[in-house]
């Protein structure tokens, strides 16, 4: 599959674009780091990969509403009102493709490259699905296992009924395959994107892939649980993913303003077609099946690789919950669910979580603690909660928690699609530093290799950004799996959304001191030591 594209540790950027606008990729040589390097002394304490945002994604599902994505093109003068809009994206259809590259990726590092410890494990920081399906979950938790993957879910090539499909024709939507009518769409018209013949049928091969030698474990993201991220799933909606009737459009009393309902970041939030609403016939699919944190746990239990549950227990499948604690090298990982099941895609945590938190790190306080969430700081102000639910817990309230805690070390997160650095100061000088790394589906498609390490009253958080094994010139006549990865890095990169200096693509990648860089912190447990 790798046909000796070794460009993990490599720079990866744009060619000079064409005329409208599209940019190839070339290599270039690999970044260094920020920062001084740990001593010859120093203790490591572990070694994790760090990935996040999958969004293993069943594209042909009726429940997702691509239609209102259209309203964030660069001409749509609804844009600066509803703001970015994310349910559609011309590549989602190569995601398992993507996963399958970047788990070869990551079977190849044995070592993290400066403190040459072995991998104690990856760590995926949620949204490791898009739609809060069982069968996207039942493709992730494969790939990993190293079952094999039908994107398809066993349907013909006449059933496809995706966002492209030559049944239900739109000029919004990247249409890949030549068109008999000769038509054509914007994304290839105006802004420069490839006429790739065999796509489709390439995307929905079943393929199976060798699964991660590393133990891995699972956090709970806002995709993870709710539809398209924002929306709480109920019994109307399970019966939209499993029906066969997919929404195409506003209903004829509609405007484009009832879309804000739609995507809120603060819940509630809601579907909103109506029966007006004009529809496309699909083949029904009970696998389609919404998730629900107990159920994402029970699944991640059944699941074939090490270690059992992937942090999960069977207290999280009793309890309906999603947070843990897990032993990851010389560490504590504290995995959180920040996701508010109520609705709205920004997160919250509950009272409970909180209380389990502050229980959790008395348990550890003398152990170095790794807090890992979907969600980032900044990002969980979701407080939405209706009449008689527990109060919901935000951003600032958990940072002063964790802050009054000695042993909290780090906190990596993802949710923004980005590589960025968070410094976190509280009182007396206290600095919690946040993680956030880069998605797999979006530009850059990164992940990193995170090493710890303890030097006397110093500790040292290494970061070395990786890119998976997606060939950068990929055969788009070939289209085996690291030509799909490739065209899908391609694709991101020129996001039609993002051409503009405010919604720049680029902003995704961070700095070099967002990417590799080395952190020194005060060893606060050192007295406790020695």
């Known amino acids: 599959m790798n046909h000796s594209n070794l460009t993990t540790e490599a720079t990866i950027g744009p060619d000079a674009p064409n005329e409208l606008g599209f940019s190839a990729l070339k290599v270039t040589a690999a970044e260094g780091y920020v920062g001084d390097r740990p001593g010859l002394n120093a203790k490591t304490l572990a070694t994790i990969l760090h990935s996040s945002d999958w969004h293993i994604c069943d594209a042909e599902s009726p429940a997702r509403q691509e239609y209102l994505d259209r309203y964030f093109d660069p001409e749509s003068a609804y844009r600066a009102i509803l703001g970015y809009v994310g349910t559609y994206r011309p590549w989602e259809i190569l995601t398992t493709q993507v996963a399958a590259a970047f788990i070869q990726t990551l079977n190849r590092i044995e070592v993290g490259p400066i403190s040459k410890r072995p991998v104690d494990a990856l760590v995926i920081t949620g949204d490791v699905t898009d739609n809060g399906q069982l069968n996207e979950l039942e493709w992730y938790l494969n790939l990993l296992d190293g079952q094999e993957v039908d994107p398809s879910g066993g349907r013909s090539k006449s059933d496809w009924v995706g966002s492209d499909s030559d049944s239900e024709w739109d000029e919004r939507y990247w249409h890949p ?5 000769g038509r054509v769409d914007l994304p290839t018209g105006h802004f420069g994107y490839p006429n790739v013949p065999g796509l489709i049928c390439a995307a929905r091969k079943p393929f199976k892939t060798t699964g991660l030698q590393h133990p891995w474990l699972s956090v709970h993201g806002n995709h993870d649980a709710l539809l398209q991220g924002t929306v709480a799933p109920d019994t109307e909606l399970n019966e939209l993913a499993t ?8 209903a004829p009393e509609q405007t484009p303003l009832d879309v804000i309902e739609a995507i809120p970041t603060i819940g509630p939030a809601r579907y909103i077609h109506t029966a007006d609403s004009p529809t496309q016939e699909v083949t029904p699919d009970a696998a389609r099946r919404l998730s629900s944190p107990g159920k994402f746990a029970e699944l991640h239990l059944d699941s074939k690789s090490k270690p059992i549950g992937h ?13 843990y604690s897990y032993e990851v090298g010389e560490l504590i990982l504290v995995a959180l669910d920040t996701v508010n099941h109520h609705g709205g895609f920004e997160g919250s945590i509950s009272q409970s979580q909180l209380q389990w938190l502050e ?6 306080s003398d152990r170095h603690v790794v807090i890992a969430s979907h969600h980032p ?21 958990i940072l002063a928690k964790l802050m009054s805690h000695k042993n909290v070390l780090v906190w990596i997160n993802g949710h923004e699609h980005e590589n960025q650095i968070i410094l976190n100061v509280g009182l007396e000088g206290r600095v919690l530093p946040e993680i956030n790394t880069a998605s797999i589906i979006d530009w850059p498609q990164q992940a990193r290799i995170l090493e710890f390490a303890m030097d006397g009253e110093t500790a040292y958080i290494t970061s070395t950004v990786i890119n998976h094994d997606g060939l950068v010139h990929p055969d788009l006549e070939r289209l085996d799996l690291a030509d799909m990865a490739g065209l899908s890095r391609i694709l991101a990169f020129n996001d039609y959304q993002r051409r503009d200096p405010l919604t720049s693509i680029h902003r995704k990648e961070g700095s070099i001191a967002d990417r590799n860089f080395v952190l020194r912190l005060p060893n606060l447990l050192y007295s406790a030591d020695q």
């Open 177 to 181: 395959e030549s068109d008999e009518a």
């Open 243 to 250: 029906g066969s009737k997919r929404i195409v459009g506003l």
């Open 377 to 397: 700081s900044p990002a969980i102000i979701n407080d939405y909660c209706p009449n008689g639910a527990e109060r919901r817990v935000l951003g600032p309230e």
């Open 311 to 323: 942090g999960f227990t069977s207290k999280n499948v009793k309890d309906g919950t999603a947070y």
């Open 359 to 364: 229980s959790t790190l008395v348990k550890f």
